[in-house]
């Protein structure tokens, strides 16, 4: 199985208005939408599984009821699934980090040291929070950047010097530059998925 980072630059301020507003209204549409055939599909995938359907998740995450707390995965792919869906995101180019193996973003970490940028690429699996979700087990892995803060990484890539980088890790270095770039230029956060 191979594992590798989704990024999605992401209004965030937009998604968390509707997390937990209560809109039957904006429930259904969405259900209605790719959102809906997401939804049945990650039945699919966590059939057999104690806990709510794909559907149910999605309502308690919208209308902001309680959360089955041992179903934390199904609520992170649901999540993820909205973001697909709805136009507070946008899926940004992923080739240079899908497929990954975990090392690559130590690998990565040490070539942007080397280029002058303090970044951890690891944290774009673990740190920050889109909304309050039940904890996850295993996978997937989220990470989520303020807009302010990709634009400060934005402007701290713009200053590396690229001379300094393996040229293996260049393209992977570049690629999560544009990333913070697509952010600044948005006035976007930056979610990320591991998986």
């Known amino acids: 199985m191979s594992y590798g980072l989704m990024p999605y ?4 301020a937009e998604l968390r208005s509707v997390i937990g507003s209560g809109s039957e209204h904006s429930l259904n549409a969405l259900l209605r939408s790719s959102w809906g055939r997401e939804l049945d599909r990650l039945d699919d995938l966590f ?9 149910e998740a999605a ?3 919208l209308l902001g009821e309680e959360y089955h707390q041992r179903s934390g995965a199904l609520y992170a792919y649901c999540l993820k699934a909205l973001l697909e869906a709805h136009d507070c995101a946008s899926f940004l180019p992923n080739g240079e980090w899908y497929p990954v193996r975990y090392d690559w973003f130590d690998e990565v970490r040490g070539e942007l040291k ?7 690429p690891a944290s774009l699996t673990y740190r ?3 909304v309050p979700l039940p904890s996850v087990d295993d ?4 990470g989520c950047i303020e807009a302010d803060r990709a634009a400060e990484l934005a402007a701290e890539f713009d200053a590396m010097n690229e001379d300094r980088i393996d040229p293996q890790a260049l393209d992977g270095v570049r690629e999560m530059h544009g990333w913070f770039r697509e952010c600044a230029r948005t006035g976007r956060g930056l979610v990320t998925y591991y998986h």
């Open 114 to 120: 080397d280029g002058g940028v303090s970044f951890d």
């Open 139 to 142: 996978f997937p892995q989220i």
């Open 59 to 61: 309502r308690h995450l």
């Open 47 to 55: 059939d057999g599984q104690d806990g709510p359907s794909a559907r």
């Open 9 to 12: 630059a992401v209004d965030l």
């Open 128 to 130: 920050g929070q889109v």
